[in-house]
């Protein structure tokens, strides 16, 4: 098996890691490394999407810049390339990742304020149908 394309760290391009970062499940991803101590297996992120399209995501990412992807055996293992993006972008990395952070916090308490013990508790009815 052949390595997959990795840019150099002075050919990392802002417009490809924003293009990247402009897909929710990618955003997920991001954040899911960030907060990673060690290199995560691709596998661990199918609560998110199909194999399929993770592949399609993690490929957007490695040919931004956002993160390096080796093999071992018969696994694949990312990690984000934070050293590399802050050479290039000092402290873009940080605020994309605080952005996302804020983003996610933001959709949870939409997501509890919709749910139906939410509207039970607030004495919100249902809609009757007929």
Known sequence: MRDPFHPSADSIDLAAILAAL?????????????????????????????????????????????ISLRSEGTSR??????????QQFPGLLD???ASAKRMEDRARKLESAASPVASKSRGVRKPVRA
Do not use: V, W
Request: aromatic share 6%; hydrophobic share 45%.
């Open 95 to 97: 605020q994309l990742i």
């Open 22 to 66: 402009s897909d929710p499940t990618r955003l997920t991803i991001l954040l899911r490394l960030a907060e990673a101590e060690a290199a995560i297996r691709c596998g661990d992120f199918t609560d998110l999407a199909t194999k399929s399209n993770l592949s399609y995501h993690f490929a957007k990412m490695r040919e931004a810049g956002l």
């Open 77 to 86: 293992f990312l990690t984000l390339r934070r050293d590399d993006i802050e």
